[in-house]
């Protein structure tokens, strides 16, 4: 018989909170009636703890009178909204910035202060308890928790067990309950900031209203140590709960996002996020204003590779932050957006000045949307540059703001000249998005005109993909790694999905002169837009972009297009991909692929499941004007297409939507360009994002990248990646057939011995 059982699971979670120094109360002894009780309601409708509340208020705020403590006490038990996911941010806004009250002084004039709910900067000045089987009632629902955690009396955490030793309540049965709750006792949940679904062996954390794909593990303790052989529920109870990072996720790492279809998502750090945000910001008062009780910490981890430390080499005010690596899909955009507010925040920082740079304007537009959804995580509106003369204007502030640019818009005014000094202050801080990148070149370029316009700024680099060994420009001006978070340890976490990969390019039956040749050499034929057509005529880029786009060529692709994409459908729903070698063979895809599929045309934006999605302008053909569009008719059907229920399934591009553009339901990606290296990796990652069951991306190859592949992988191993960015198709078939082989064999005898 099993010695395990939840009771016993229940029991370790409490001693390790108490390990973190919560009190810990049985659920029985805090009811209505009990010489310990902490609530009065016989029929357990209450759920915040009145006098534990109304004492750390009191205690919080000595100077505020009864009445603004009366009046903070009812704004904050009595929040109205009509979803538990719009009163659970009115509450959070109120626990991280307190609440706007107001009492009447003695000489009778109104007098308007922040009541703190929390306090920040000395966590044992809080009440922390725990209560194990926490009943609740509300409606005709009587529901019982299994530990439920309050900070101040706030119930901020609640915790569902499960027993590993029945096979019938895993942890995703933990999660269902978390589900039901919600639904049925949401008062519970107006106040809280983490749920935790565990069967013991296994642990989630999550946030309210997050589906299951969203549920993570927490790997990490304190940052500094291995936990790989630690029970996962020990993990993530001492990891998250212990004092002082409990109060920095609070306050640093929750956001909640609108969506462009007007849903409010609520949004926490994942332990990867965290750590790097963490370890950015000391490395950021290193390097910029040389604190003398810089605290520092690191972590690293065999199984997959996480690391987030010091960074070697960082010297005091060296203005070099470091890199922060994250693979693509890992929420990197959402970790520049923690750090900026991190940043933002210190007060050792003295109100700072955060530039964020990227080399091309839908990548600075894209970064932008994200941060200025955040906008209560930065506590102020980013702005956008939108001109050089704009940009000087938006950085000669004397302190504050968070600046978006392209770095070409550190242009001076005549070629040659060096750029004018913009602010000598050491409170700027430069974001730079993939920093890798070869065109901001930071020695002789862009970069440079950035370094003299803010002389004294610090630089930190974020990047998807990793810096090639023989990159020491980018070395010079961000130092090195601080934070890894490799496509290994993403895949494990379930932060992305992973990538398979299927050559197509033997199916096509291509006459010889069909096949395209790629040269060694064509990577800098191909960089950049596309040439003048009679530049274009002498170039590698020509005749290779004329055997890619050949008529018979393109009927085919359009063709096995069309058939692998259904027969995809008809077993994963998702939406596609087409990565095309020029806007003219977008166009003439499109064309084939209608002729095939007349339904997937549609005439207006609003219309049709297939579109081509590149700029162009009145000079182009005529034939390609219906597929030029405006930037805000394109970023239209950027949203129906990150809509999974819309009917827009497919899109063709050439440049647009390879690198930060977010579509989860985004699942088979099919590429007919050359690419390779850094661009390669970024592409490719577009479905490797995490979606309701999404099993994993495909990318299929009519153009052979696979050489490229290796070789990208060979960068990323080289840089200490764990991981293969694409998995063979063919490999996961066979091991599929292996197991079922197995199973057969397994079975047959089960019923052999039966017989």
Request: with cysteine; hydrophobic share 40%.
């Amino acid at each position: 018989m099993s010695t395990f059982s939840e009771s016993i699971i229940e029991q370790a979670s409490l001693a390790w909170l108490e390990f973190e120094r919560y009190a810990v109360l049985h659920g029985p002894v805090t009811s209505p009636g009990e010489v310990t009780a902490e609530r009065s309601d016989p029929e357990y409708r209450e759920v915040i703890l009145e006098r534990r509340l109304r004492q750390a208020l009191s205690d919080l705020n000595p100077k505020l009178p009864p009445e603004a403590l009366e009046d903070a006490y009812r704004k904050l038990t009595g929040v109205q909204a009509s979803s538990l996911i719009e009163r659970n941010r009115a509450v959070h806004n109120m626990l991280v910035s307190g609440i706007t009250v107001e009492y009447r002084r003695d000489d009778g004039s109104i007098a308007g202060a922040q009541a703190q709910v929390i306090d920040f900067s000395d966590p044992d000045a809080n009440d922390w308890l725990v209560i194990n089987q926490f009943i609740v009632t509300e409606g005709q629902h009587t529901r019982r928790p299994d530990v439920v955690v309050f900070l101040n009396g706030l119930p901020v955490a609640v915790i569902e067990l499960k027993n590993p030793a029945d096979e019938n309540a895993t942890i995703w049965s933990a999660f269902q309950q978390l589900q039901t709750y919600q639904a049925q006792i949401p008062s519970l949940f107006n106040t809280n900031a983490v749920l935790i679904a565990s069967d013991g062996l296994q642990a989630r954390i999550g946030a309210v209203g997050a589906g299951k794909e969203w549920f993570k593990p927490w790997r990490t303790i304190s940052g500094h140590d291995d936990a790989a052989h630690m029970a996962e529920l020990e993990v993530v109870l001492r990891g998250v709960f212990e004092k002082r990072r409990f109060l920095d996720l609070l306050r640093y790492f929750i956001v909640f996002e609108e969506t462009d279809g007007g849903k409010l998502v609520k949004k926490m750090a994942g332990y990867h996020q965290f750590h790097a945000v963490n370890v950015a910001l000391e490395e950021t008062l290193r390097a910029a204003v040389l604190p003398d009780d810089a605290q520092r910490h690191g972590f690293a981890d065999d199984s997959g590779r996480y690391d987030a430390g010091p960074m070697v080499g960082g010297a005091a005010g060296d203005r070099r932050v470091g890199v922060v690596w994250h693979t693509q899909g890992s929420g990197k955009s959402l970790t520049m957006a923690f750090y900026a507010g991190r940043v933002i925040l210190a007060p050792q920082m003295q109100n700072p000045t955060v530039v964020v740079i990227t080399d091309r304007n839908d990548l600075d537009d894209q970064l932008f949307g994200t941060f200025a959804r955040c906008r209560e995580l930065l506590r102020q509106p980013p702005v956008q540059a939108a001109d050089r003369a704009d940009l000087r204007a938006k950085l000669r502030v004397a302190s504050g703001g968070v600046v978006f640019t392209t770095i070409q818009k550190f242009l001076p005014e005549e070629r040659g000249d060096r750029h004018p000094v913009l602010s000598e202050r050491r409170n700027i801080v430069v974001i730079a998005d993939e920093a890798h990148r070869s065109q901001y070149d930071f020695i002789d370029g862009f970069a440079r005109h950035m370094r003299d316009a803010l002389p004294n700024a610090s630089f930190i680099g974020f990047t998807g993909t990793p810096i090639e060994q023989t990159d020491a420009n980018t070395r010079a001006v961000f130092g090195d790694y601080i934070s890894v978070y490799d496509i290994q340890r993403a895949v494990q976490d379930g932060a992305t999905v992973p990538i398979y990969y299927e050559s197509r390019l033997a199916k096509l039956e291509l006459k010889p002169s069909e096949r395209p040749n790629i040269d060694p050499d064509f990577e800098e034929a191909t960089e950049g837009e596309e040439i003048e057509r009679k530049e274009k005529l002498k170039s590698k880029w020509a005749q290779l972009e004329a055997v890619v786009g050949s008529d018979n060529r393109i009927k085919l692709i359009a063709r096995d297009f069309v058939e692998h994409f259904e027969n995809r459908l008809s077993v994963i729903d998702g939406k596609a991909m087409i990565v095309a070698m020029s806007r003219r063979i977008a166009v003439a895809l499109y064309n084939e692929i209608v002729a095939l599929r007349p339904e997937w045309h549609g005439d207006a934006d609003e219309k049709g499941a297939l579109k081509v999605i590149m700029t162009g302008s009145a000079s182009d053909p005529l034939e390609w004007q219906g597929h030029i569009r405006s930037k805000q008719r394109r970023e239209d059907l950027a949203n129906r297409f990150r809509d999974a229920g819309d009917p827009f399934k497919i899109v063709i591009v050439r440049d647009m939507w390879l690198t930060g553009f977010d579509a989860p339901s985004l699942s088979t990606m099919y590429i007919d360009k050359p690419m390779r290296g850094h661009g390669l990796m970024q592409a490719i990652a577009r479905v490797n994002r995490v979606f309701r069951d999404k099993p994993g991306g495909l990318v299929v190859d009519y153009l052979g990248p696979a050489a490229e592949l290796k070789q990208a992988l060979a960068t990323y191993t080289e840089a200490g990646g764990t991981g293969r960015t694409a998995l063979d198709q063919g490999e996961a078939v066979a091991l599929m057939l292996a197991k079922y082989e197995v199973c057969l064999v397994c079975s047959t005898a089960s019923i052999g011995r039966r017989g």
